[in-house]
């Protein structure tokens, strides 16, 4: 080795040294200000980061150090963000519902910039250190491009074929290099070909269509899907806050009226309404949902129900109506219907007018109106003179709970103007949030994401007390008891599910991204895949 190659490398050697500390306190000091867990192994972080720089320094490709700045840029600006928003890094299953839903990501994210913004400052200016060592490159040689692609390459194969969880929940004392390495690796090698190609080994959920008893026992079945709200904001459950002033009301003029607390189908819309409407207890149940066996609205077709469903949601996130029953649905209208556009939402008192128009003395009705709600950005549909608590996030989301308070008084007071006892209105919401002064997020593991309230209430008595037979003894309920109570309503021989144990599905419908399995004295615990498995 010549005397100059020497001097290169002892050169190179120095500026990998230095700028991986840089980059490395960089992390340390961005965790000490953002009150993120430190790092528990210091060395091994450093040495990821020196590997990382040595392979984009060394690379003779300008494809391969492209794509090493892509992964960096992935590692520490969507993983701030990501942390931020969450409080926990990005995982593979995020990687697949960031591509997804990116209308709804872009629509929920962009407004709360100032809570993300300085995160992405900081980011960049890593990312920016991180390029900048190619000012100080001498040499390239073609083993770092090809170590760095056979690196990826292992990642992906291993995030299929083995049973580690760390691409599924990477731990926060992990640096956001490590553990980016294993949740993008887990995106690719296990996310995309599972759900590209139906690969779930979670076995198939599957349940016969349920034969005809009676005629359907009640008439009108009105049915107000609420989105995001969660039972910890709902002042009838004791939170602080008067949010929820009819809800007390209602309690005290009918006693019988059921009001509880339940669990969710799922952690996300896209998951727990096709399983809600579907009436599926636990994945796998996406051959059940092609099926229609038990879809709500494929039954109330059957039992000459008319079917309706009218959404505040804007149009383009509502993507899952082919899952939750479209095909079976007489009536359906989004904003876009009304004269916004495809990615509008509306306020949700406009779901009402559709409900008076409909003649509920003409035949039987299955009615769905489907809220806008709790929703991220919280409250903006919303009037200033509907933001009686204020306007901080916690503020303008207990404003959204008061709202839809509101629209269940509403029609809770335009039905009871019926002479006839024959209709049954119900509320429950998709899934919570996990909103404090602090935090603001869904699909985690905090309870409020997936414990919701639940509203029933008929003047007739012999169903209300069905009804109370039902979930009078359960201190948490759960929507399938809510989906199997409603077909049986409809006059078909189902067994009503009980509140003894169930399941909140992850973020796949399949379970392939796991699910919280709750057991009957109140413990639940999160099973991935790979760990357990729900047998039919």
């Not at 100059?4 to 040294?17: A, E, G, P, R, Y």
């Not at 995309?192 to 076995?203: Q, R, W």
């Not at 008439?219 to 007390?248: C, D, Q, W």
Request: proline fraction near 5%; charged fraction near 15%.
């Amino acid at each position: 080795m010549k005397l100059t190659d020497k001097n290169d490398l002892k050169f190179s050697l120095l500026i990998l040294v230095l700028y991986s500390a840089i980059l490395l306190g960089s992390e340390v000091l961005y965790r000490y200000v953002f009150a993120i867990p430190p790092i528990t192994r210091y060395l091994e972080s450093y040495l990821i980061l020196f590997i990382l720089l040595s392979l984009y320094y060394f690379s003779k490709y300008k494809v391969t150090r492209f794509l090493i700045v892509g992964f960096y840029f992935l590692c520490i600006v969507v993983n701030n963000v990501h942390y931020q928003i969450y409080q926990s890094w990005i995982n593979g299953t995020n990687y697949f519902l960031m591509l997804k839903e990116v209308s709804e990501v872009a629509h929920t994210g962009l407004p709360m910039y100032s809570k993300w913004i300085m995160n992405v400052i900081w980011g960049c200016i890593d990312v920016a250190i991180f390029i900048s060592i190619a000012r100080f490159r001498k040499k390239s040689w073609p083993v770092a491009d090809t170590l760095f692609i056979l690196s990826m390459i292992y990642i992906f194969i291993r995030s299929y074929h083995t049973s580690q969880e760390l691409g599924i929940s990477p731990n926060a004392n992990y640096s956001r290099v490590k553990a980016n390495y294993f949740s993008f690796g887990y995106f690719i090698g296990r996310v995309l070909p599972y759900h590209a190609l139906s690969l779930s080994d979670i076995p198939e959920y599957s349940y016969p269509m349920p034969k005809v008893k009676t005629e359907p026992e009640i008439k009108n079945i009105i049915f107000i899907m609420g989105e995001s709200e969660s039972a910890s904001h709902v002042s009838y459950f004791g939170y602080k806050r008067e949010t929820t002033p009819f809800l007390n009301k209602l309690a005290q003029a009918h006693p019988d009226s059921v009001i509880k607390q339940t669990y969710s189908a799922g952690f996300m819309t896209a998951v727990s309404l096709p399983l809600f409407f579907n009436a599926i207890p636990h994945p796998n149940g996406m051959l059940q949902m092609m099926k229609g066996d038990t879809n709500l609205f494929n039954l109330a077709k059957q039992q000459h129900y008319q079917t309706y469903f009218y959404s505040s949601q804007p149009e383009n996130q509502m993507m899952i109506m082919n899952l939750i029953g479209k095909a079976w649905i007489d009536t359906l209208r989004f904003p876009t219907n009304e004269g916004y556009k495809i990615s509008e939402l509306m306020p949700d008192k406009k779901l009402l007018p559709h409900l008076y128009a409909i003649n509920l003395d003409e035949g039987n009705n299955f009615i769905v109106l489907h809220q806008r709600g709790s929703h991220g950005v919280y409250g903006e549909a919303l009037t200033e003179e509907e933001k009686i608590f204020g306007k901080k996030p916690i503020d303008e989301y207990d404003n959204t709970i008061y709202n839809t308070d509101r629209i269940i008084e509403q029609v809770y007071n335009y039905l009871s103007q019926r002479k006839q006892q024959d209709w049954i209105l119900i509320y429950t919401s998709d899934h919570g949030q996990n909103v404090t002064d602090k935090v603001q997020n869904q699909g985690t593991l905090a309870e409020a994401s997936y414990v919701v309230p639940l509203v029933i209430f008929s003047p007739n008595t012999q169903i209300q007390q069905k009804i109370n037979a039902v979930f009078s003894t359960c201190k948490i309920a759960y929507h399938q008891q809510l989906a199997t109570l409603l077909i049986n309503l409809m006059g078909y021989d189902m067994p009503v599910s009980t509140c003894e144990q169930g399941v909140v599905t992850g973020n796949f419908v399949t379970g392939d991204a796991g699910y919280l399995k709750i057991y009957p004295d109140g413990h639940s615990e999160y099973i991935y895949p790979t760990k357990g498995r729900i047998k039919n």
